[in-house]
């Protein structure tokens, strides 16, 4: 079950996230789950079944993209056919959370980050897809689609996540053992991936 959103805080510019967002978040879902308004966290085997029911029903769902339901009525989210039955009274969200001093009630001057699987999500399932915006200082929340995100946005800034690779990833170079090396060769042999030369000592040269 994921609770905790991609955010960062409010700021000129922006934050990491602290390891204090985990506690924020956790107290945005259980302010979410407190005002009596169908808000539901997903247990796994309820996540699978609305993933299962949205995709039957021709929508693009990731399941990163969101951390707790809201159901118009009451129906046993962990069957995928009672799910796709009552899709009409089910939205997803996902939740932006913060504490920080200096975010007004409506959230002004609150600065967060969109995952590239929120933004699909939101564009393709549209009023059914919101953001829950949730100040736990101030105890006030607010639900906007993405249409509206972008309505109240006051600047968007694009960004990359890039990951370098390991090191073990790296071509391996391997000496050969003596036993394998051809008579009369008195230096190493050494093999790559994509090339296998022999240093003469003679020439003072490789060859292939």
Same mark, same amino acid.
């Given at each position: 079950?994921? !609770?905790?959103?991609?955010?960062?805080?409010l700021? $000129?510019e922006?934050?990491?996230?602290?390891?204090?967002? %985990?506690?924020?978040? *956790?107290a945005?879902?259980? @302010?979410?789950?407190?005002? =009596?308004?169908?808000?539901?966290? &997903?247990?796994? *085997?309820?996540?699978?079944?609305?993933?299962?029911?949205?995709?039957?029903?021709?929508y693009?769902?990731?399941?990163?993209?969101? $951390? !707790?339901?809201?159901?118009?009525?009451?129906? /046993?989210?962990? =069957?995928s056919?009672?799910?796709?039955? /009552? !899709? =009409?009274? !089910?939205t997803?969200?996902?939740?932006?959370?913060?504490n *920080?001093?200096?975010?007004?009630?409506?959230?002004?001057?609150?600065?967060?980050?969109l995952?590239?699987?929120?933004?699909?999500?939101?564009?393709?399932?549209?009023?059914?897809y919101?953001?829950?915006?949730?100040?736990?200082?101030?105890?006030? @929340?607010?639900?906007?689609?993405?249409?509206e995100?972008?309505?109240?946005?006051k600047?968007?800034?694009?960004?990359?996540s890039? %990951?370098? %690779?390991?090191?073990?990833?790296?071509?391996?170079?391997r000496t050969?053992?003596?036993?394998?090396? &051809?008579?009369?060769?008195? %230096?190493?042999?050494?093999?790559?991936?994509?090339?296998?030369?022999?240093? $003469?000592?003679?020439? @003072?040269? @490789?060859?292939?």
């Open positions: 079950m994921k !609770i905790l959103p991609e955010e960062m805080q700021s $000129d922006p934050e990491s996230v602290k390891p204090s967002g %985990q506690q924020t978040a *956790k945005a879902a259980a @302010h979410l789950l407190g005002l =009596d308004q169908g808000f539901r966290v &997903p247990t796994a *085997k309820e996540r699978e079944a609305i993933l299962v029911a949205f995709v039957l029903e021709g693009v769902v990731y399941g990163k993209a969101f $951390d !707790i339901v809201k159901t118009a009525r009451a129906f /046993n989210l962990d =069957d056919a009672e799910v796709r039955r /009552n !899709i =009409d009274a !089910i997803l969200y996902e939740t932006k959370s913060t *920080k001093e200096g975010v007004t009630p409506s959230f002004d001057r609150y600065f967060f980050s995952s590239t699987a929120e933004l699909l999500v939101a564009q393709n399932l549209g009023a059914r919101r953001f829950a915006f949730v100040n736990v200082r101030t105890k006030s @929340h607010a639900e906007l689609t993405l249409r995100v972008f309505a109240k946005a600047g968007i800034y694009p960004t990359w890039i %990951q370098f %690779q390991s090191r073990r990833c790296r071509t391996r170079r050969w053992p003596s036993a394998s090396r &051809p008579a009369g060769e008195r %230096q190493g042999v050494r093999r790559t991936d994509r090339s296998f030369r022999k240093y $003469d000592e003679r020439t @003072h040269q @490789h060859r292939v």
